[in-house]
């Protein structure tokens, strides 16, 4: 898996989030998308998922213009998790998990009805990972946001597209479910799906700095720092980027960024 962006330029709503943006996701990479509300986040991902089209520039997929891929196989090449999930019928955990594995599907009903054996078992597999065993029968509409959205990681993590693309994934979790969200995320990085990456977009700044292996830091006047994790984070471009004072420490073998 190969994700190339050349010279990206977004806008929204008369607004220019970013000009000239360049990039590269490699399998292994895990990249945090930082920036204050309204900086461009949700957009970048949803562009690089083909929700939409860039305003400028070029994505390519595998050396593939991303326009250029068909629903079905890009589908299976690349998932995306949005920031808001809603659900207008009752569904069971598990049945909504398995709406993951339909781009592996050959007809709707063998993923609705007849979902196979092993897809059952990853649904399961995932949610033991996730700390949710104990859901998988429960009505959706009967969860907690937090439960929701775990829900909705696993239904991504049993696409098994070696692009992810998550925005704000560890939104309405508490800061152990948190850890346990990036702990899931960092194994497949390094385990058996190692050639798959991680592109999400996070608020908790040290979330991103203790996990992520490169950030891509959006700042008001459409610039956006891209780059290894160690050389993007600093005090110095979060204080410019979120117009705040940051100061950086360093506690139990972590870096750490407090606001002032």
């Keep these: ?117 092993d897809d059952r078992e990853a649904s399961q597999s995932v949610l033991a990972l996730l700390g949710m065993a104990e859901l998988i029968d429960r009505d959706v509409l009967t969860l907690s946001g937090g439960e929701r959205q775990r829900v909705a990681l696993a239904a991504l993590l049993v696409q098994d597209a070696p692009l992810m693309l998550l925005d704000e994934p560890t939104s309405h979790l508490d800061f152990d479910k948190q850890l346990r969200v990036m702990e899931v995320l960092q194994a497949r990085l390094a385990g058996p799906k190692a050639a798959c990456a991680v592109l999400m977009s996070v608020h908790d700044i040290n979330l991103a700095a203790r996990f992520a292996t490169h950030i891509l830091l959006f700042s008001d006047d459409a610039s956006v720092l891209a780059g290894p994790a160690a050389e993007v984070l600093t005090a110095a471009n979060l204080t410019l980027a979120y117009h705040h004072g940051v100061s950086e420490i360093a506690a139990q073998g972590y870096r750490w960024f407090l606001p002032h």
């Excluded at 970013?18 to 309204?38: A, T």
């Excluded at 019928?89 to 594995?101: A, K, M, N, P, Q």
Aim: one cysteine or more.
């Design 1 to 117: 898996m190969n994700l190339v962006v050349r010279d990206l330029g977004l806008s929204i709503a008369q607004k220019r989030l970013c000009r000239g943006l360049s990039f590269q996701v490699k399998p292994g990479d895990l990249w945090c998308v930082l920036g204050r509300n309204g900086a461009g986040k949700t957009t970048l991902l949803r562009t690089l998922a083909g929700l939409r089209d860039p305003d400028e520039g070029a994505i390519e997929l595998n050396g593939v213009a991303l326009a250029g891929w068909g629903r079905p196989e890009l589908a299976r090449t690349r998932g995306f998790m949005p920031q808001a999930q809603t659900d207008s019928f009752s569904c069971s955990v598990l049945e909504t998990i398995l709406t993951g594995r339909y781009p592996h599907q050959a007809r709707l009903a063998e993923q609705w009805r007849f979902a196979a054996t």
